[in-house]
């Protein structure tokens, strides 16, 4: 895959487990099309972010999966975002305690 250069910041995830984990993304103002595209965006867009080396281009060296864009904002210099991961872990857990499915417990 060919990607093509183009100027952005990005602060990535950090590391604190006490602090939920998110990416910002900023990236230059530089097509009315940008906008238009976040703007037609029927659902949150998932992202990818891996970390390569300009020497290894092929080698990740380290990478983020699954980020949701969850806030987005933008004025004529950038288009900034904020990415997020699904919260998966305080999402409510419904299993039915059936003999069938835990005949431990019965």
């Known amino acids: 895959m060919v990607y093509v250069a183009f100027p952005f910041q990005i602060d990535l995830p950090g590391e604190d ?21 976040i703007r037609g965006l029927p659902t949150a867009p998932l992202a990818d972010i891996e970390v390569v ?31 997020t991961f699904e919260q998966i872990f305080t999402e409510p857990l419904s299993v039915e305690m059936t003999p069938a499915r835990f005949p431990g417990m019965f």
Not at 18 to 26: G, T, Y
Not at 27 to 36: A, F, G, H, L, T
């Open 53 to 83: 080396l300009a020497s290894q281009p092929e080698t990740v060296e380290v990478g983020f999966y699954d980020l949701t864009l969850r806030a987005a904002d933008y004025d004529a210099l950038y288009v900034e975002g904020t990415l």
């Open 17 to 37: 487990v006490e602090q939920p984990s998110v990416a910002r993304l900023r990236i230059d103002n530089v097509d009315r099309r940008i906008v238009q595209a």
